[in-house]
C-alpha cells in the first residue's frame, strides 16, 4: 500500500470526437494546470512519500507518510487548517478520509496535482494464478469489500464487473469478486494480468473522501481522486459551503446496488441536501453513475444556491444528475454555466454494456419529481456545451417547468446513435434526431436561445 510517483498515461482512453474537443482539450489543460493559490490562515500538515508517520506533520521536512497518519491525527485538525500533499506523487487510501470543518485538502510543491487513490495496491505487482477449471480465468486473493472497478494501465483496457458468479466471466476484463471466500476471479485470454499489465488498480466499495453530516466550511482544491468503486466525494445531510476546485476526479463506481444488478458510483455526490455547493474548474471522467449529482430521498432536505461551473465532465452515464423524492425538500438557486457536458454513455460501462442501462443516459438528467419550481434564486442552465450523447443530450423527466427556470446559450453538438434520440424535455417527449433540421427542432424545445445546434456526420 505504498506511495509512489505519479506516472499515468491519459491518451488511450478519450478516443471520441464531438463538436467540441478543441474547447474540451484546452479547460482540460487549464484544470491540469491551475496553480495552488489559496491562502491558509491555520495550520498546515503536510503529507508525503519522503515523509514518516512518526512525524508531526507540521512541515514538509517533517511531513506524515501516509493518508493514515492524517486519519490517525484527525482529532487536531480545526478550521482554519490545511492538509497538504505534496504534487508528483500518489497516496493510497485504504481507509476513507472523513472531513472536518473548517479545513482545507490541497497541494503543495510542484509536479502534477497529487492523485489520492482508492485502490489499495497496485495488483500487477502482486501474484495471480490460473483457476483450474479455465487457465483463462485468473483469481486473486482480496480480502477487501467489493471490487466494484478495475483499470488496467491507467485506462489502456478496463473491467466489468458481474455480480453472480464465475460463470458469468467470459470476455477480456469480466471480473467477480467471491466475497464469501475472499477471491477476485477476472477472465483474461492474453495471459496472466501481472505479466499483460504493468498497473492493475481495482477500486472498492468505499469513498476517498468523505463530508459527514452537518460539516461546514469544505475547500478542496488541486487535488486528484481515482479508482474509488463507490464514490470520490461524498457530502452528506446538512453541509454547508463546500468548495471543489481545480481537482482531477477519474473511473469512479462499478459496485453494485443492494441484490440487483445496478451498479452506482459518481465522483462528486451530495446527499440528501446542501447549502452553499460549489465544483468549479474540474476535469471528471469515466464515472459509472454521475459526474455530479445532488439527490435524495425520504427525509425533507434542503438545496439552495448549489453552483456547478466551468467545469469538462466526459465519459460518464450522467455528466450532471439531479433528482430528489421528497415532496417536502426546498430547492433554490441551482446555477449550471459554461460547462462542458461530453460523451454520456460512452464511458468504461457504457450505456450499450450496463446490465441496467436506461434511457436516462444524458450529458443533462434531471429526475424531476419535486424539484419543479425555484422560485427565488432561480434554476439556470447557460452557456453550456452539450457534445454528443449515446442517448439524449437531455434527459428531463416530467413535467415542463418554467418559474424560476432559465436556460439559454448553450450549445448543442450530436452525432447518430444507437436510439436516435436527442432530447427529452418538452410535454416530456422524447424528441429524435438523424439530420441538422431534426437537431435543430429538439433543441429549441430546450434552449430557444440555444448559441450552436450542429449535427455531426
Not at 457530502?235 to 445496478?262: D, L, P, Y
Not at 448543442?412 to 433540421?437: D, L, M, R, V
Request: hydrophobic share 40%.
Amino acid at each position: 500500500m505504498s506511495n509512489g510517483l505519479r506516472r499515468e498515461t491519459t491518451a488511450p482512453w478519450y478516443p471520441n470526437h464531438g463538436g467540441a474537443d478543441a474547447e474540451a482539450d484546452a479547460l482540460r489543460q487549464e484544470i491540469l494546470r491551475a496553480e495552488d493559490k489559496l491562502v491558509i490562515t491555520g495550520t498546515k500538515y503536510y503529507i508525503s512519500p519522503n515523509g514518516d508517520d512518526a512525524h508531526n506533520g507540521l512541515s514538509p521536512a517533517t511531513a506524515w507518510k501516509t493518508t493514515g497518519a492524517l486519519i490517525a491525527h484527525n482529532d487536531l485538525l480545526k478550521a482554519g487548517d490545511a492538509v497538504l500533499f505534496e504534487r508528483g506523487y500518489v497516496y493510497r487510501c485504504p481507509a476513507t478520509i472523513n472531513a472536518v470543518s473548517g479545513v482545507t485538502y490541497a497541494a503543495y510543491g510542484t509536479g502534477e496535482k497529487p492523485a489520492l487513490y482508492g485502490s489499495a495496491a497496485n495488483y500487477a505487482l502482486h501474484k495471480w494464478k490460473p483457476t483450474d477449471e479455465n487457465d483463462s480465468i485468473w483469481q486473486l486473493p482480496l480480502d477487501t469489500v467489493e471490487a466494484g472497478i478495475i483499470v488496467f494501465n491507467h485506462g489502456v483496457a478496463t473491467g466489468m464487473p458481474k455480480y453472480f458468479g464465475i460463470d458469468e466471466l467470459v470476455k477480456n476484463g469480466d471480473f467477480h469478486h467471491d466475497l464469501e471466500n475472499h477471491v477476485l476471479y477476472m477472465y483474461l485470454d492474453k495471459g496472466n494480468p501481472a505479466s499483460v499489465y504493468d498497473d492493475i488498480e481495482i477500486g472498492t466499495r468505499a469513498t476517498i473522501l468523505n463530508v459527514p453530516r452537518d460539516t461546514v466550511d469544505i475547500t478542496v482544491d488541486n487535488l486528484a481522486f481515482k479508482y474509488a468503486g463507490l464514490f470520490a466525494f461524498f457530502a452528506s445531510e446538512g453541509v454547508k459551503n463546500t468548495r471543489i476546485t481545480n481537482c482531477e476526479f477519474g473511473w469512479v463506481g462499478g459496485c453494485r446496488f443492494m441484490e440487483s444488478q445496478v451498479g452506482l458510483g459518481n465522483a462528486i455526490s451530495y446527499w440528501q441536501g446542501a447549502i452553499d455547493a460549489l465544483v468549479e474548474n474540474c476535469w471528471i471522467y469515466q464515472c459509472y453513475d454521475a459526474g455530479i449529482t445532488p439527490q435524495g430521498v425520504g427525509s425533507p432536505h434542503t438545496y439552495n444556491n448549489l453552483v456547478f461551473r466551468n467545469n469538462l465532465i466526459e465519459y460518464c452515464n450522467y455528466p450532471i444528475e439531479v433528482f430528489d423524492r421528497n415532496n417536502e425538500t426546498v430547492w433554490d438557486g441551482l446555477l449550471i454555466e459554461n460547462n462542458i457536458l461530453r460523451f454520456a454513455g460512452y464511458g468504461f460501462l457504457s450505456a450499450a454494456a450496463r446490465p441496467d442501462s436506461r434511457i436516462g443516459v444524458a450529458n443533462y438528467v434531471g429526475w424531476s419529481w419535486n424539484y419543479d419550481t425555484f422560485p427565488g434564486k432561480g434554476f439556470v442552465m447557460q452557456n453550456n456545451i452539450f457534445d454528443c450523447s449515446a442517448s439524449n443530450l437531455v434527459f428531463w423527466h416530467g413535467k415542463t417547468y418554467t418559474e424560476g427556470l432559465t436556460i439559454s446559450g448553450n450549445s448543442f453538438f450530436q452525432k447518430a446513435n444507437a436510439n436516435g434520440k436527442a432530447i427529452h424535455f418538452a410535454k416530456n417527449e422524447p424528441q429524435f434526431a438523424t439530420n441538422q433540421e431534426e437537431l435543430e427542432v429538439a433543441v429549441r424545445l430546450f434552449d430557444p436561445d440555444a448559441k450552436v445546434i450542429k449535427w455531426l456526420d
